[in-house]
């Protein structure tokens, strides 16, 4: 219960202060997590996770199918379908047994491979704090996954309808028992996958094992709020104390926060002389929810302004948190 304690002090303080802490919806309860500890030493996500991650915001935005062209040689035939994923991270989609790619996949191969892609809002935002705009697609993370394609069976698709429904929820009537529309869920058993973290970022083929066995992040579906919110100007002090005390860096220029996930959080620092540098500052506790993100982050800009302000007493903040420089650029 010491994260939460620390929660509760956090939100007091915020309370006495009038500091612009982030806004969490915490209830003190006890968390179990069986890879809590285990993920302490771990800097970042592994490119499996992040695939993974990419994967699971992808369902919002569907993915491009690609199956054998009956009707040409050689030649991929590619549209859109939706999808979601099975517990271990498997496409599972919708066809109809008439479809273009049913009838490729019945007359030529059922070899396919589908393009998944998450999307993110552009910088910057509009005055009533919203995103104006998607960042340009080679900005966004995405993965290809191949491998074959077949029907499910009743009752593996079973297990998988409701979510589907849940997601998309057009395909109830063509799931029901009842329905006349000859629709089945496919299920895409990855044989290969390569991960794009975006332009000019990690790009990479991952073992599928170990992409199957991987977690999306927790954190991801609050992470662009959160940077969103502590690159608002309200914020520029915290971000200045915290480069301050955790990266010891006292001539920058601009500091923004470029990405956070359930083990840390990118700081992105301008300096003189024309210097970019890029740094991730490591929770001291991983993450297990969002609202977890908002106190480790809530506890990291407060530690940087009480060392600013002269308030720490025997040495409390002498370790800092764990830093790891991972990019540089100088004109």
């Known amino acids: 219960l010491l ?5 509760v002090f956090l939100n007091s303080y915020h309370s006495v202060q009038g500091r612009n802490l982030i806004e969490t919806n915490a209830v003190a309860e006890e968390i179990e997590n069986t890879n809590f500890f285990d993920e302490s030493d771990r800097f970042e996500l592994t490119l499996a996770e992040r695939a993974r991650t990419t994967a699971e915001q992808g369902i919002a935005y569907g993915l491009a199918l690609s199956t054998n062209s009956r009707n040409e040689v050689d030649v991929p035939f590619t549209s859109f379908a939706d ?3 099975d517990e271990f991270g498997r496409p599972v989609l919708l066809l109809k047994s008439d479809a273009e790619h049913s009838k490729n996949i019945a007359q030529k191969s059922n070899l396919v491979s589908v393009l998944l892609q998450a999307r993110r809002m552009s910088r910057g935002g509009t005055s009533d704090g919203e995103y104006s705009s998607y960042a340009a697609a080679e900005r966004c993370p995405r ?11 009743a009752e593996d698709a079973s297990f998988v309808s409701g979510n589907f429904i849940l997601e998309h929820a057009y395909a109830e009537p063509l799931l029901s028992e009842k329905s006349n ?3 089945r869920l496919w299920r895409l058993e990855p044989s290969s996958v390569f ?3 975006g332009f000019g970022v990690k790009a990479q083929w991952i073992d599928p094992s170990e992409y199957l066995k991987a977690k999306a992040d927790i954190v991801a579906s609050g992470a662009e709020a959160l940077v969103h919110e502590l690159n608002d100007e309200k914020h520029s002090a915290d971000l200045e104390a915290a480069t301050k005390h955790v990266l010891d860096i006292h001539d ?6 470029v990405h956070l996930d359930k083990l840390g959080v990118d700081f992105r620092v301008e300096r003189k002389g024309n210097i970019v540098e890029e740094y991730r500052i490591k929770y001291r506790i991983p993450a297990t929810s969002v609202e977890d993100a908002k106190s480790e982050l809530n506890k990291l800009l407060q530690e940087a302004w009480e060392a600013d302000n002269g308030l720490t007493f025997d040495g409390s903040y002498d370790v800092k948190p764990a830093v790891r420089k991972y990019a540089q650029s100088a004109s």
């Open 83 to 85: 999808y979601v994923l």
């Open 181 to 183: 529309q000859d629709f």
């Open 195 to 197: 991960y794009v973290g």
């Open 252 to 257: 920058a220029l601009k500091i923004s926060v």
């Open 3 to 7: 994260r939460v304690s620390c929660l």
């Open 143 to 153: 993965i290809t996954i191949s491998g074959e394609l077949n029907p499910m069976s």
